[in-house]
């Protein structure tokens, strides 16, 4: 099995800046697609980016310039840096995993911003 933990989020003003960080542990977790997405109340998840092993990136439109997602293949964490946060961005972020056709989800962070 796959565990995702999730830390970091909280909340911040309108121009601001978070972290969100993410560590997998199990069986068979290295090299896999990682990802981050979000949900707000009465919407659907949406991407918000996501990084294959070998550093390849994408990202949903609404957060290009602004976020950027990372990894470390051996500590097998995933970050992401977002600045110049709005309060559109106010969401429960989840990190992602795929891995053997299979989708792995952390707990959630709640990243809220005041206008």
């Known amino acids: 099995q796959v565990q995702l933990v999730e830390s970091g989020g909280g909340s911040v003003q309108a121009g601001g800046s978070l972290r969100l960080s993410c560590t997998a542990s199990g069986i068979m977790v290295r090299n896999h697609p990682m990802g981050w997405y979000r949900q707000s109340p009465g919407k659907e998840r949406e991407l918000v980016a996501t990084?294959?092993?070998?550093?390849?990136?994408r990202y949903g439109d609404s957060v290009k310039g602004r976020f950027t997602i990372s990894r470390d293949n051996v500590k097998i964490t995933e970050d992401l840096q977002m600045n110049s946060l709005k309060p559109e961005d106010t969401a429960v972020y989840y990190c992602?995993?795929?891995?053997?056709?299979?989708?792995?989800w952390g707990q959630g962070s709640q990243v809220t911003v005041a206008s």
């Open positions: 990084v294959t092993s070998g550093g390849t990136t």
């Open positions: 992602n995993m795929e891995r053997f056709g299979s989708l792995y």
